[in-house]
C-alpha cells in the first residue's frame, strides 16, 4: 500500500478475521481490496489490542491513529520509521531508507521470486499491477528495470528461452 492510503484506512477498512482491507483513498479515487498474509492480520489484530488498550476512544474513525487517538500525520510515520530502521541498524549514515522503499522492495520481490520459479511474468504483472493499486500493468514494468539483480534473473531466463531450454 502507499503510505497515504494506509493513513487514510477508516475503522472499518481492516478485517484481520476475513484477511482484507479495502483501500477508499487510492490514488485516482479508485476503491480496491487488498488481501492480506495470515502473519499480517494476526500483527493487526494485536495492534487493535494494543489500540484499545492505549485509546479506548479516538477522536477520529481512523484504523491508525496516534496515541492520543489523533490521525496520523505522514511526519509522525517518517519519525517512527527512521526510529525503527535505526534500532534494527538498517538505516546508517549512508543509507536512509524510506517507507515507500518498503512497497517497492515487495514488487522486486515478487518478481524476482516469480522468475527464479519459472511463473509467467506476463500473467503475473497484471496480478500484481492491481495489488499495487496501479491503474495500469505497464505502470508496474518499470520494476523490471530497476534492479540490477533482478535485470540478471532475466537476463538468465532470457537466454535458456533462446537455447531452447525451459
Same mark, same amino acid.
Given at each position: 500500500?502507499?503510505? /497515504?492510503?494506509?493513513?487514510?484506512? /477508516? /475503522? /472499518?477498512?481492516?478485517?484481520?478475521?476475513?484477511?482484507?482491507?479495502?483501500?477508499?483513498?487510492?490514488?485516482?479515487?479508485?476503491?480496491?481490496?487488498?488481501?492480506?498474509?495470515?502473519?499480517?492480520?494476526?500483527?493487526?489484530?494485536?495492534?487493535?489490542?494494543?489500540?484499545?488498550?492505549?485509546?479506548?476512544?479516538?477522536?477520529?474513525?481512523?484504523?491508525?491513529?496516534?496515541?492520543?487517538?489523533?490521525?496520523?500525520?505522514?511526519?509522525?510515520?517518517?519519525?517512527?520509521?527512521?526510529?525503527?530502521?535505526?534500532?534494527?541498524?538498517?538505516?546508517?549514515? $549512508?543509507?536512509?531508507?524510506?517507507?515507500?522503499?518498503?512497497?517497492?522492495?515487495?514488487?522486486?520481490?515478487?518478481?524476482?521470486? $516469480?522468475?527464479?520459479?519459472? $511463473?509467467?511474468?506476463?500473467?503475473?504483472?497484471?496480478?500484481?499491477?492491481?495489488?499495487?493499486?496501479?491503474?495500469?500493468?505497464?505502470?508496474?514494468?518499470?520494476?523490471?528495470?530497476?534492479?540490477?539483480?533482478?535485470?540478471?534473473?532475466? $537476463?538468465?531466463?532470457?537466454?535458456?528461452?533462446?537455447?531452447?531450454?525451459?
Amino acid at each position: 500500500m502507499r503510505v /497515504g492510503e494506509a493513513m487514510g484506512l /477508516g /475503522g /472499518g477498512d481492516v478485517d484481520p478475521v476475513e484477511g482484507i482491507i479495502t483501500v477508499r483513498a487510492a490514488k485516482f479515487d479508485r476503491v480496491r481490496l487488498v488481501p492480506l498474509h495470515a502473519s499480517v492480520t494476526d500483527k493487526l489484530a494485536d495492534y487493535l489490542t494494543e489500540r484499545k488498550r492505549l485509546c479506548p476512544t479516538p477522536s477520529c474513525d481512523r484504523f491508525f491513529v496516534t496515541v492520543k487517538g489523533r490521525p496520523l500525520q505522514r511526519r509522525d510515520v517518517d519519525v517512527v520509521f527512521a526510529d525503527i530502521t535505526t534500532t534494527i541498524g538498517l538505516r546508517t549514515e $549512508a543509507v536512509h531508507p524510506r517507507v515507500h522503499d518498503l512497497r517497492h522492495t515487495f514488487a522486486v520481490r515478487t518478481l524476482i521470486d $516469480a522468475h527464479r520459479k519459472g $511463473a509467467d511474468i506476463n500473467a503475473l504483472l497484471p496480478v500484481l499491477s492491481t495489488y499495487l493499486g496501479h491503474v495500469e500493468p505497464a505502470n508496474t514494468y518499470w520494476y523490471l528495470e530497476a534492479v540490477p539483480e533482478l535485470m540478471q534473473i532475466v $537476463a538468465k531466463r532470457l537466454e535458456r528461452y533462446e537455447a531452447g531450454v525451459s
